[in-house]
């Protein structure tokens, strides 16, 4: 199963209004990251938050992270038609001897102007 | 400074077949990550490779293979091609693939079983 889990599978939301995704996961970590993908492209490094820090801003997103929770939240502010796209969040795991990124299911969001 | 490059963007194949796709990394990169992405899978980690060796591999079949040349372009096959194989194939780089290092992808190859 995905290390990562994001809530919602989808969004849609008004322009300007804010968006909130939530993410799970299930082993201790280091760190945490976002990654955004918009359709038929790769997927685009958003922010990276740490397992000593709690909430960190880039801009008008704002990521959370509760270790004791095992969840993270990836907060967009005053949304733009430009935001549509699927956001991912990614641990680093080790499974079966392999380290690698894991990454969630995502949660696609469609911010209607 | 040139982002991650795959090659090719779209391809079409049929069952059995064996196919080779290509990505370039960031110069200066030397780890580089491949992922297959499929709507009921989600994004799966592959294999990566740095310095030209394999040094992570996922839970995948042996029919998937790749390798890393010296100047760290890689190239992954897929041999025997199943339907199930259609999917975006994704590569990533990183400087060294270390934790926490961002990952930078390329825009993937469109690989469709027929």
């Known amino acids: 199963s995905q290390q990562g889990e994001e809530d919602p599978q989808a969004l849609s939301i008004q322009e300007g209004e804010n968006a909130t995704m939530n993410c799970s996961y299930k082993t201790s970590i280091n760190n945490l990251q976002w990654y955004r993908q918009n359709s038929g492209r790769g997927l685009v490094h958003l922010i990276l938050i740490r397992s000593n820090e709690r909430e960190k801003h880039s801009g008008r997103l704002r990521v959370t992270l509760d270790t004791s929770k095992k969840s993270s939240s990836l907060l967009i502010t005053a949304s733009r038609a430009a935001d549509t796209a699927s956001y991912f969040c990614a641990t680093k795991s080790i499974i079966q001897g392999a380290q690698k990124l894991v990454f969630g299911q995502g949660t696609r969001l469609t911010i209607n102007p | 400074k040139a982002g991650v490059t795959q090659t090719p963007r779209y391809l079409i194949k049929t069952r059995g077949q064996q196919v080779t796709l290509s990505c370039s990394p960031i110069?200066?990169?030397?780890?580089v990550s491949w992922y297959q992405q499929t709507p009921g899978q989600g994004l799966q980690f592959l294999f990566e490779?740095?310095?030209?060796?394999?040094?992570n591999k996922g839970n995948f079949p042996g029919r998937f293979s790749g390798r890393q040349f010296s100047n760290s372009r890689s190239e992954m096959n897929v041999s025997t091609l199943e339907l199930g194989d259609s999917a975006l194939y994704l590569c990533a780089s990183s400087l060294t693939g270390l934790e926490g290092q961002p990952q930078h992808f390329g825009d993937g190859t469109r690989l469709s079983i027929l």
């Open positions: 110069s200066g990169h030397r780890s």
């Open positions: 490779y740095f310095s030209e060796t394999q040094r």
